[in-house]
């Protein structure tokens, strides 16, 4: 039996009543939109016959050139970061594959709240990742088809319980209390603070990345498909082809387009140098955050509790989760690299399987290999991109 695995297990029967509460947005997808299981390197080359079929090995999540196909064969980690002002400085988001931005606590237009990260490694690992928080449920269909183990410090006791359901594809059980003894997480003592007498550890738990893909026996052979369409060669890649000049990339988290999170184009690095609110993004050590891609994904965020059953409770009263609505769907998305950029519409299927993109001219989108940061902003965010 398949598990509960389509927008069901996001949505539910929210049916009409729900879509009525968070709002509708409704995007016409493009030609030749057509979902499929997996993507892998022959797949992603070009479309017409005569083209050669690129077959070499590719680390999954970066579509950099794999010398070893053993070097690849593990589990891959993400990791819960907090990514709000007083939980900076961080740790070890420079090493990632691929880092997910997603809402932290609260839904936009409430402004309450900003950002939460998710950096997953498998190229490499970082020595040590922190801050480390909890789980959110978006985490389930952005990793499933990575086939992860992801580091937290727990979650609500439902968004535990819908964890579970897909232990199939994702191992969400080693947690920071439940692994007490593995040293796959610790306590920072410099970022223990006190207030008003009481002494909080929420910005000082890590994660050692290499000591917890040690903690599970699953995934061990690593990621089954290519998480994302890589291109082939420089010549390939679609904002190569067809793009728009992008020196300047802004994506808005918080109602009236505030808060935003940005990435300007460094021709002395080729990368992006990533920005936050408050000023640039650099790590503990000094290290200012940059990649070679921006992907921005616009999905549809909804705010309530989801029972095991798939039904959501639109009007829970306590501390819920935010839900980007990602399974069996579509939306708009933005793609940069390069100091160019082009759009297009994106969908998604089951749980597990990977995002597809086509461009507005019906074509593919073909990505540059490299690290990548993927925003999840409102479908109603207004996204900012300057030459």
Excluded at 37 to 43: N, Y
Excluded at 257 to 267: F, K, L, Q, R, V
Excluded at 319 to 346: M, Q
């Amino acid at each position: 039996m398949e598990p509960v695995s389509r927008r069901a297990a996001m949505l539910g029967a929210m049916g009409v009543a729900g879509a009525a509460l968070v709002g509708c947005s409704t995007e016409a997808p493009a030609a030749g939109n057509s979902p499929q299981t997996s993507t892998t390197p022959a797949e992603s080359a070009s479309a017409t016959p005569t083209a050669t079929v690129d077959t070499t090995p590719r680390w999954p999540l970066t579509g950099k050139v794999l010398k070893n196909a053993a070097d690849a064969q593990h589990i891959a980690v993400a990791v819960k970061v907090p990514d709000n002002q007083g939980e900076h400085p961080q740790l070890g988001i420079d090493k990632a594959d691929i880092v997910y931005v997603e809402l932290d606590g609260y839904p936009a237009s409430v402004g309450q709240s900003g950002t939460r990260l998710v950096p997953i490694y498998h190229s490499q690992f970082a020595e040590v990742v922190n801050p480390v928080r909890s789980i959110r449920p978006v985490d389930i269909p952005m990793l499933s088809p990575i086939t992860a183990i992801i580091g937290s410090t727990g979650g609500y006791p439902w968004v535990l319980r819908y964890t579970k359901l897909f232990s199939e594809y994702i191992v969400s059980s080693k947690q920071y209390m439940s692994t007490k003894g593995t040293g796959s997480y610790g306590i920072l003592s410099n970022r223990v603070r006190t207030l008003n007498g009481r002494t909080y550890y929420d910005r000082a738990v890590a994660c050692y990345p290499k000591v917890l893909a040690k903690q599970t026996k699953k995934f061990q052979s690593g990621p089954q498909q290519m998480y994302f369409p890589w291109a082939s060669s420089d010549e390939e890649v679609s904002t190569a082809v067809s793009g728009k000049t992008a020196s300047f990339v802004s994506v808005p988290w918080k109602k009236g387009n505030t808060y935003p999170m940005s990435y300007t184009w460094s021709e002395k690095s080729g990368r992006y140098l990533r920005s936050v609110p408050w000023g640039k993004h650099v790590m503990a050590d000094g290290t200012r955050i940059s990649c070679d891609n921006v992907l921005v994904i616009k999905a549809k965020q909804v705010f309530g509790k989801i029972y095991p059953s798939g039904r959501i409770d639109a009007n829970y009263g306590g501390h819920s989760e935010p839900i980007h609505d990602i399974i069996d769907t579509k939306g708009t998305f933005y793609y940069a690299n390069g100091g160019k950029y082009v759009k297009g519409t994106w969908s998604k299927g089951k749980v597990n399987e990977v995002f597809q993109f086509t461009l507005d001219d019906g074509s593919p989108l073909k990505m540059a290999p490299g690290q990548t940061f993927v925003e999840l902003p409102n479908t109603s965010a207004k996204i900012t991109i300057k030459s």
